[in-house]
Nanobody, 120 residues
Framework: QVQLVESGGGLVQAGGSLRLSCAAS????????MGWYRQAPGKQRELVAT???????NYTDSVKGRFTISRDHAKNTVYLQMNSLKTEDTAVYYC??????????????WGQGTQVTVSS
């Protein structure tokens, strides 16, 4: 069974940095796009950043220049380096990935979420 496990969330002061990690495990044949989403209280889940299997990246405007997404193919892991954090970045952050199982079917998977809280 495939699963995504996130780590790295926590409490940080405004202007600080955090690095999120998300590792995929299980019976994996391959991984397509990976990404990070976030959901703040009372708001809908929104895209933060994505990265393709070839390394092309995409960011929502509010995090451009502050966040960097990267991945390690050998470890089936995606990272989100978050710098110059703002209070409005406070949210639960979710990892997402399109994963090909050993049955050669592609399915979307979500992590359990990790809380990021930025204090003023």
């Amino acid at each position: 069974q495939v699963q995504l496990v996130e780590s790295g969330g926590g409490l940080v002061q405004a202007g600080g940095s955090l690095r999120l990690s998300c590792a995929a495990s299980g019976r994996i044949f391959g991984i397509d796009d990976m990404g990070w989403y976030r959901q703040a209280p009372g708001k809908q889940r929104e895209l933060v950043a994505t990265i393709t299997s070839r390394g092309s990246t995409n960011y929502t405007d509010s995090v451009k220049g502050r966040f960097t997404i990267s991945r390690d193919h050998a470890k089936n892991t995606v990272y989100l380096q978050m710098n110059s954090l703002k209070t409005e970045d406070t949210a639960v952050y979710y990892c997402n990935a399109g994963i090909w199982g050993d049955d050669y079917r592609r399915r979307p998977y979500w992590g359990q979420g990790t809380q990021v809280t930025v204090s003023s």
